[in-house]
Structure formats: C-alpha cells, structure tokens
C-alpha cells in the first residue's frame, strides 16, 4: 500500500506505478484519480470530465469532484460556486475603489459648490 492509496495489484492492473504517488505526473494523486473517474495514466489535469468548465486539477485543489458539476450536491452547480467565488475575489478588491471614488467624487462636487457660491456665473 502506497501513500497514493492504490494496492500494488491495483495499480499494476491499472498501469499506473506503484513506486510513484502520481503515475502520470499531472500533480493528481493515482488514488485522487481512480476515486473520481480519471485516468492516472494520462495527464487529465486540464480535462473537464464533468463538463462544469472547471479543470479536473483546480476541482483536486479545491477538493471538489471532477465528476460531479455539483459537488457538495447543494443544487448550486460546481461553476455557479465558481462563479460566485470569483465575484467575492473581485467585490473585495472592488469595495474599497468604489469608496475611495466615491470620496473623490464627494470632494469634486464640494468644490465645484464652493466655486459655484464664490463664482455664479
Ligand atoms: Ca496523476
Ligand atoms: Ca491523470
Ligand atoms: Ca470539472
Ligand atoms: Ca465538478
């Protein structure tokens, strides 16, 4: 038994090696591999198994199922969590530039106030 959780008599089966955690070097574990349908004997890591537009190695980094387009089964698909993961990265960097536009905006319009009182034409 290997640290990629395959027996030797599985994994000679399989092709893959039982000296090697990751056989066909797609940074994926065999056993990851096997578990969920891929094939630890090609480099599937930019394969989209399960069609959710996102790649067998980015569901392994994030510990979701690349054979599943949802799968925690939340009836929120896989790339609608994507989605939404990425809208939060975006709101967190967007917040504070909506603010400080804002700021820049409030003291755009008070001078332009303080100009308009000082000058009315
Ligand atoms: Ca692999
Ligand atoms: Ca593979
Ligand atoms: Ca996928
Ligand atoms: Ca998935």
Known sequence: MMRDGL????????????LDPDSDGDEMLDGWEVDNDLN???????????GDFIPNVIEWALNWKP????????N??????????????IAVD????????RKRLKTKIRKIKINHAHNPW
């Open 76 to 89: 929120i698909s896989d790339t609608a969590m994507a989605g939404i993961a990425v809208a939060k990265i």
């Open 67 to 74: 054979n599943s387009a949802d799968s925690n089964r939340d």
């Open 7 to 18: 027996s030797n008599l599985f994994e000679y089966k399989k092709g893959t090696s039982p």
């Open 94 to 101: 967007l917040v504070p530039l909506c603010v400080s536009l």
């Open 40 to 50: 630890p004997t090609i480099k599937d890591r930019w394969h989209d198994r399960d």
